[in-house]
């Protein structure tokens, strides 16, 4: 059974930093993309950011695009995102995901379809 488990996420200043955290078990991802979406209740689950197999490409949402920073650990089988300069905009829950597909780079913003195991999310929120 695949898991992926988020953490990191909490409660920081408008300005402040925060990284995030996803652990996946069950099988490893070394030939799969992982990403982070997130969600605010009522609306669809928005891209953040994406990393290839390798490490060695990266794509990032326009709004966070400066600020966060999506890397990965294969042996620990660990994506983690780096968050600066957090805005009050940047609050809702974050999830990580692992691409169905394996070995893709990324020169555009994936398919949520893309995507198939989630983690259950972890919860930002950023006070003004």
């Known amino acids: 059974q695949v898991q992926l488990v988020e953490s990191g996420g909490g409660l920081v200043q408008a300005g402040g930093s925060l990284r995030l955290s996803c652990a996946a078990s069950?099988?490893?991802?070394?030939?799969?993309?992982l990403g982070w979406f997130r969600q605010t209740p009522g609306k669809e689950r928005e891209f953040v950011a994406v990393?290839?197999?390798?490490?060695?490409?990266?794509y990032y949402a326009d709004s966070v695009k400066g600020r966060f920073t999506i890397s990965r650990d294969n042996n620990k089988n660990t994506v983690y995102l780096e968050m600066n300069s957090l805005k009050p905009e940047d609050t809702p829950v974050y999830c990580c995901?692992?691409?169905?597909?394996?070995?893709?780079?990324?020169?555009?913003?994936?398919?949520?379809?893309?995507?198939?195991?989630w983690g259950q999310g972890t919860q930002v929120t950023v006070s003004s």
């Open positions: 069950g099988r490893a991802f070394s030939r799969n993309g």
């Open positions: 990393i290839s197999w390798s490490g060695g490409s990266t």
């Open positions: 995901t692992a691409d169905r597909y394996a070995l893709r780079v990324y020169t555009s913003a994936p398919a949520l379809h893309d995507f198939g195991s």
